[in-house]
């Protein structure tokens, strides 16, 4: 019999990828939507596939209503407030929609669909500023930015539900996960727009911060194939998801100004304190081990070929991005 799966921020980067990745194994689809005029063009290609529901993680009875009609065998909460960057300037938005958020969703599958299992998308800003390298699913706590404390309440309230009320709740501690899919606000994409625009002749210069800012980063589709296989577990789990290999925001330019041909990235970046965080993470790098012994998931997508298809897409788009 097809399972059936709710997945709210399906609308996003990883909804979407996940969106697919779900329809592709025959499951019967729903996903949570902010409202009708949210942006759903990266489920452009399935919006007849999947049943899309209003809803909103600050609103408890819209999440008991989307969890009744779904009846889901599996949840996947997705759903996030902006970026960590932006987090410092909305902390109360970001403290209610991703910790208090994540809690609303988890007592509505109590209530409506208990027996469900449930993944929560925790981050590895739980852990900030630590000073234990790599980091692995027993690292202390030590978050540093709102965004961070909102994700390591959800993460505690998660563990709170399975160890007290005996629910099938998993986490999956993403690190840093890109694709073409991801909003041109985060470092990564906004490189590789402004490459490819420059490239093309309809930019001249990228405004970045912290250039020697390193980050554990991996393939947004990779990410989500591990959430999924998290919840095929007979018992449910935390498990970090990373690549174990840290770039800086520097080589992440170099290699892409490399696939678009441009010979001297300096020369198109301009630097913006305004684009600097007032609390910088330690270096963050993820031990994926227990993931791959569990259920056999690790990063196969490199570094460079993670760049390559950012920056070829974004080439191909043109006026578009």
């Known amino acids: 019999m097809a399972k059936t799966a709710f997945i709210t921020g399906i609308a996003g980067q990883d909804g979407s990828y996940l969106a697919e990745l779900l ?9 949570l939507t902010m409202s009708c005029g949210e942006d759903c063009s990266r489920i452009e290609q399935i919006k007849d596939r999947v049943e899309l529901i209003k809803g909103d993680l600050t609103d408890r009875e819209s999440l008991n209503a989307a969890v009744k009609t779904a009846e889901p065998d599996e949840v996947y909460n997705l759903a996030a407030s902006a970026s960590v960057a932006a987090s410092f300037s909305k902390p109360l938005l970001v403290g209610d929609v991703v ?32 000073k234990i390298s790599p980091q692995n699913e027993l690292t202390p706590l030590q978050p540093k930015s709102p965004y961070g404390v909102a994700k390591a309440y ?32 985060y470092v990564t994409r906004k490189i590789t727009v402004g490459v490819a625009r420059i490239s093309l002749g309809l930019q001249d210069k990228i405004a970045l ?108 788009s043109g006026n578009e991005c």
């Open 23 to 31: 329809l592709e194994k025959g499951y019967t689809v729903y996903g």
């Open 99 to 130: 910790g208090l958020g994540a809690v609303r969703l988890i007592e509505a599958v109590k209530n409506h669909a208990p027996d469900a299992k449930l993944m929560q998308a925790s981050s590895s800003e739980i852990f900030g500023d630590t």
């Open 154 to 185: 959800a993460h505690l309230m998660l563990k709170h539900y399975r160890n007290a009320e005996s629910m099938f709740t998993s986490s999956c501690i993403l690190y840093n996960h890109e694709s073409p899919r991801r909003s041109p606000e």
């Open 209 to 316: 911060g912290n250039l020697d800012g390193r980050r554990d980063w991996g393939y947004a589709p990779e990410y989500v194939d591990a959430m999924w296989r998290t919840l095929q577990q007979k018992e449910p789990d935390d498990f970090v998801i990373a690549t174990g290999v840290t770039h800086t925001v520097r080589e992440f330019l170099e290699e892409a100004c490399r696939v678009a041909g441009l010979r001297d990235p300096m020369s198109i970046v301009t630097l913006n304190q305004s684009n600097l965080r007032p609390a910088d993470p330690t270096t963050l790098v993820g031990d994926a081990s227990k993931a791959k012994e569990a259920f056999g998931w690790e990063s196969k997508v490199s570094f460079t070929q993670l760049v390559k298809i950012m920056v070829e897409h974004d080439l191909k």
